[in-house]
Nanobody
Framework: VQLQASGGGLVRPGGSLTLSCTAS????????MAWFRQTPGKEREFVAT????????VYAESVKGRFTISKDGAENTVNLQMSSLKPEDTAVYYC?????????????????WGQGTQVTVSS
């Protein structure tokens, strides 16, 4: 499975941005997709995860109410709508996926990872 993330950029505090991640390759067994983020010198942290059919979702407390994870009709693409962005949301955002049906907030819960996309929140 290959994951391609896009949509990062520079946005002002309070602004919005949408990230997308599309999976390709052997995706038939893929069951969950997620977003993590990482800042220099810190461990990669969980942001949100969703089941392939979109019927199960978990958010990190730090983004709940501001970020929305969703699947598009193709099921192989996951979007992360980010609003009310704060400077502390600045990070490299990574897309991840796994064949397990169990939603996980742990890095080890995901076998497939995409390249990161930079999100910078600054005035």
């Amino acid at each position: 499975v290959q994951l391609q993330a896009s949509g990062g950029g520079l946005v002002r505090p309070g602004g919005s941005l949408t990230l997308s991640c599309t999976a390709s390759g052997r995706t038939s067994g893929m069951s969950t997709m997620a977003w993590f983020r990482q800042t220099p010198g810190k461990e990669r942290e969980f942001v949100a995860t969703i089941t392939r059919r979109g019927d199960g979702i978990v958010y990190a407390e730090s983004v709940k109410g501001r970020f929305t994870i969703s699947k598009d009709g193709a099921e192989n693409t996951v979007n992360l709508q980010m609003s009310s962005l704060k400077p502390e949301d600045t990070a490299v955002y990574y897309c991840a996926a796994d064949d397990s049906v169990m939603l996980s907030i742990k890095i080890r819960g995901y076998a497939y990872w995409g390249q990161g996309t930079q999100v910078t929140v600054s005035s």
